[in-house]
């Protein structure tokens, strides 16, 4: 028998791998590859805004590419028919073709250093966002993805300028990507003026000292026809939500047709806040979260940077809660074959799994929650009454809390009412600021949405529009699959922080629905009382103008029948001014109106008093009234109210301004 040929293994770089996995990072077809490109450059700007601490403005341009100029043939034929747009469709074609796109994203953040841009944009796998720290982005893929795709189905390349604060000039480079070498292919990498006299061909003109970057690439998209929904509704439905979360940015979204202007697009999410969150940290990795994958990468990284390293310099660099005291008490857990200055060199692989079940094993202080950056409840509001106009909004933020060894902080808002909700529980979605758009139906915030009883918080749920806003931040989302769509319903700690959360909101918004009941019905008697007002002050008045004309005509009727002469004497004051029309039926209109008035603006504050003493764990801020100097007049006499054991007590009864120290 002859020999067999032996096989010969066949490696793949990374780049050649995503290539051939593409859907695992969000790009299973045209219409989603167009919604995922534009997710990761937007994203991808607004940290980099936010690096420099500069409100972001983000500029998203969307621009349809005649198949001629997309896929020329060698002779200058196209070899592929051309998509006719949505007409078409309707007429009866049943298989769209082909159609591409431009997309263009420009910024105002920190740009990239000029040598860095090939390998930042050409290298899969080389980014900037490892390490343990919240960020939008894990993996090194959104941009180098979208180049991926542009040259599977347009041979495309990548354009992009950029530049850096207060530096006079602009990078431009034009590259591809070579997958099977995993590195970038550069067509041009040139140095421009940043003076204001450079522009690009798709995003405009550079203003002078401009600082930033603006990335362009063309890819088979869709844009009438996506996952789920048309990638159109899509993209638009992140904007909005993206101005939710993020309402300290501004964002425009341009869609442009050449072949067919109606269909273009404008729209514009303008900044509502300028106050940003606190920016995240980078923190050392926590001893109990580090699987065995994560400590090999720890001890190679640790060797590159020096051979001789010891046991001891090692923990103490790449682990939170490790300090001299603790490695030698490590080390007497480890055993005798362990010591702290001997080198990682001579530690085996069976070493290194003993060393991180004791990390599992022992009892470490809870990571450190102020590293992270949540949207705080403050923006929330904001964003959400910016884009949903809702009748009631409520915000919480919980505590931090843990998941495998990493910390996170659930924050919620409900709302109700709103013009662009729909009937029922409405849920959007937040991980690491960014929103999740698909597979609504197997994340854990919208089970647990739809578990809460909510009629428990005096909320329709059928009938009415309920808002239900969660976010989670952390340094690790428990995301499935590398594409971000969903947070697994298994995490039991996060389930139980986004359940209590939505209830908060819950008692806080039952709280103001019963406010809210309880000032309709005063607006609804008011308003009954001041119907029946003039009739009952006419026939007041006509009972009144009667006794009068009898008390002229009859004689005083004899001490002992009078109640009183101060009596007698108030009633022929009366009378008199009846007689001689000082006294109308509409004064007595008027007083009884400031009566009813005035009969609301007690129980009001009796309410308010009663309130306060309901909440008394929650301290109310003393009030204090400025008095107010009338140039026509003497000062006014203010409304003063007094604070004391959380009651509020009425002192006078005039009041011009209320102001708070």
Request: hydrophobic content about 35%; proline content about 5%.
């Amino acid at each position: 028998m002859g020999k067999s040929k032996e096989k010969k293994a066949i490696s793949r770089s990374p780049a050649e791998f995503f290539a051939e996995n593409k859907s695992i990072a969000g790009f299973d077809n045209p219409g989603k590859s167009t919604f995922t490109t534009v997710r990761e450059f937007v994203e991808n700007s607004l940290d980099a805004a936010e690096d420099g601490n500069h409100l972001p403005s983000i500029s998203v341009s969307i621009e349809a590419v005649p198949v001629a100029v997309a896929r020329p043939n060698l002779y200058g034929k196209v070899d592929i028919e051309e998509d006719k747009g949505e007409d078409a469709a309707k007429k009866g074609k049943r298989k769209r073709s082909a159609a591409y796109y431009r997309v263009t994203v420009r910024d105002n953040g920190i740009g990239m250093p000029h040598d860095s841009v090939p390998d930042m944009l050409g290298r899969v796998l080389s980014g900037t966002k490892y390490g343990v720290k919240q960020a939008r982005g894990r993996f090194g893929l959104g941009a180098k993805m979208a180049l991926i795709w542009s040259k599977m189905t347009t041979s495309g390349e990548l354009e992009i300028y950029t530049a850096q604060a207060h530096r006079s000039q602009i990078t431009h480079c034009q590259l591809d990507i070579d997958l099977h070498k995993n590195e970038p292919r550069i067509k041009k990498h040139d140095r421009l003026p940043n003076n204001g006299s450079v522009s690009s061909q798709h995003g405009g003109n550079f203003p002078d000292g401009w600082h930033g970057a603006e990335i362009s690439v063309m890819f088979e998209g869709n844009w009438t026809t996506g996952m789920g929904a048309p990638s159109r509704a899509n993209v638009i439905k992140y904007m909005r939500q993206l101005a939710v979360i993020t309402p300290y940015a501004e964002f425009t979204l341009h869609y442009k047709d050449p072949a067919a202007s109606k269909n273009d697009l404008h729209v514009k999410f303008r900044r509502r806040s300028h106050k940003m969150p606190e920016p995240p940290k980078l923190v050392k990795h926590h001893p109990s979260s580090v699987s065995l994958t994560k400590l090999e990468e720890l001890v190679r990284m640790a060797r590159e940077k020096n051979d001789n390293m010891t046991l001891k310099k090692f923990l103490m660099s790449s682990f939170t809660h490790i300090n001299k005291g603790k490695v030698d008490d490590l080390v007497d857990l480890l055993g005798k074959k362990f010591q702290s200055e001997q080198s990682i060199e001579t530690i085996d692989k069976k070493m290194w799994m003993h060393l991180q079940s004791i990390l599992k094993k022992e009892d470490w202080p809870a990571p450190d929650g102020s590293v992270l950056s949540p949207a705080g409840g403050y923006n929330m509001y904001l964003g959400i009454v910016k884009e949903f106009r809702p009748d009631i909004v409520v915000t919480y933020q919980e505590a931090t809390r843990v998941y495998e060894g990493h910390p996170f902080i659930v924050e919620a808002a409900v709302s109700l009412g709103g013009k662009t909700l729909s009937p029922g529980i409405n849920v959007i979605r937040f991980a690491n600021r960014i929103p999740l758009i698909f597979e609504t139906g197997s994340d854990v915030i919208t089970k647990t949405a739809n578990d809460i009883k909510w009629g428990l918080y005096k909320i329709n749920q059928k009938e009415q529009k309920v808002g239900v806003f969660v976010s989670i931040v952390s340094t690790k989302i428990p995301f499935k699959g590398t594409g971000k769509e969903f947070i697994s319903n298994d995490c039991t700690e996060i389930k139980e922080a986004v359940r209590d959360a939505i209830a908060k909101c819950g008692s806080q918004l039952k709280a103001k629905i019963i406010q809210a009941e309880k000032k309709k019905t005063q607006q609804n008697r008011r308003k009954e009382l001041f119907r029946y007002v003039p009739n009952a002050c006419q026939s007041i008045f006509n009972v009144l103008e009667q006794c009068a004309n009898d008390l002229e005509d009859d004689e005083p009727p004899p001490k002992r029948l009078r109640s009183s002469d101060e009596d007698h004497k108030a009633s022929m004051e009366l009378v008199k001014k009846i007689n001689d029309g000082q006294v109308t039926a509409s004064t007595l209109n008027l007083k009884l109106k400031e009566h009813v008035e005035q009969y609301d603006e007690t129980e009001a504050l009796e309410y308010m008093a009663k309130l306060g003493k309901h909440h008394a764990d929650m301290a109310p801020e003393a009030l204090y009234i400025a008095p107010v100097q009338d140039n026509s007049g003497p000062t006014k006499r203010p409304l003063l109210v007094a604070q004391k054991n959380n009651q509020y007590h009425l002192l006078r009864k005039s009041c011009n301004v209320l102001s708070l120290p």
